[in-house]
């Protein structure tokens, strides 16, 4: 049986949050002599003078409507990292528990286990870039607090099958995040249905990728009310800014501009797939369900250094277990493809 209760690390529980002036009173009329702002305004151009609302509820709001998913399931955190480093917080005692990942894999999960002093336990994914449960589950001791699923997968592209996050799912009884970052991209559904079923499910996604608007850094969790709960009270007490509130707003409003953007995006995926496909050097375009290709070749190191050398920049994963070869390629505007193509067009290996 999943508990929270049981999960959270004692002094987790026992914490008071910060009392934050703004508490006291949530009138938004009146003379607010309370938080020592400026009361004449601020030196830049833009309402800027008072504090935010800790609790974003505007933004949660509009959320609320996208995702189908109630305000009170929704955490905002100053990009993905903030809610995957405060999970860890929550749960991992420093020195004694761990958490498992499965590479290749994102880098933020290990950095913020490795911050906090939380030993990270490592489990591949097949050749296939699918996860092995059976292996994953048998991983787990009574010290294992967190699982990090990404799916989309970055760097491999994929998505992982539903079958096997679910087994996961049920039969771990610590937290399962699910890293949705790409999930505009990708042909399945969500695991957002799945909250109400799994209360050890935390599902991450992020304005970064499809929304285009990584400059703002603004990251959701979506968890039970409880797991919620906890986040709002350990979070620092005005993590999302005034600016990034403002804008954030504007751009969710605009879901059509999103929706035209990743379809785009898409349409290119598959064409600069197929141009790198014709490649002799290439061996393998991975199957993509995100807004990058892996893409395996010979000289993967010297060709991505080419690429440098002609001012375009791509991420060479050839380093990286089981993405040996390979570089990892944003899908660009049609134009920034065709120039892509067209260095690549002139490499002789
Ligand atoms: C890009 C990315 C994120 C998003 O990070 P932000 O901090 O929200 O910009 C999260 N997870 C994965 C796997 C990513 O690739």
């Known amino acids: 049986m999943f508990s929270l209760d049981k999960l959270l690390r004692e002094n987790i529980k026992n914490a008071k949050p910060y009392s934050s002036a703004r508490d006291e009173y949530k009138g938004k009329e009146g003379i607010f002599l309370d938080a020592n702002e400026n009361p004449y305004g601020s030196a830049a151009t833009g ?71 939380v030993e990270i336990r490592q489990v591949p994914l097949t ?16 010290n294992t607090k967190v699982i990090f699923i990404c799916s989309p997968n970055n760097p491999t592209g994929n998505i992982m099958n539903k079958k096997d996050v679910e087994q996961i799912l049920k039969g771990f009884n610590g937290i399962v995040v699910v890293d949705e970052a790409y999930i505009d991209f990708a042909p399945s559904s969500s695991f957002l249905s799945e909250l109400d ?8 996604q992020t304005l970064s990728k499809a929304w285009g608007m990584a400059g703002l850094r603004l990251g959701m969790a979506f968890a039970s009310k409880e797991i919620i709960s906890v986040y709002n009270k350990i979070k620092y007490p005005y993590n999302i800014n005034i600016a990034t509130q403002q804008f954030v707003k504007e751009g969710l409003l605009n879901i059509l501009n999103k929706e035209k953007m990743v379809a785009q995006i898409l349409e290119q995926r598959e064409k600069l797939g197929e141009e790198l496909k014709k490649l002799s050097f290439v061996s393998k375009v991975y199957p993509s369900d995100a807004n990058f290709l892996l893409v395996k070749m010979d000289k993967a190191p010297k060709i991505f250094e080419f690429l440098i050398g002609n001012k375009i920049i791509t991420r060479d994963r050839s380093k990286v277990r089981l993405c040996e070869d390979s570089i990892r390629i944003s899908v660009g505007t049609e134009k920034e493809n065709e120039a892509l193509m067209k260095k690549l067009s002139e490499w002789k290996g």
């Open 127 to 142: 050749e296939d870039y699918q996860l092995r449960p059976e292996e994953i589950l048998k991983t787990v001791d009574e």
């Open 197 to 204: 079923q799994f209360p050890n499910l935390i599902v991450l």
């Open 47 to 117: 309402d800027f003078n008072r504090y935010p609302d800790p609790l974003q509820w505007e933004i949660k709001g509009i959320l609320s409507n996208i995702k189908r998913v109630e305000p009170e399931k929704i955490f905002l955190g100053n990009g993905s990292d903030e809610p995957i480093d405060l999970i860890i917080r929550m749960v991992c005692r420093p020195g004694k528990d761990n958490i498992i990942i499965l590479p290749p894999t994102y880098g933020m999960y290990e950095v913020s286990a490795a911050i906090s002093d």
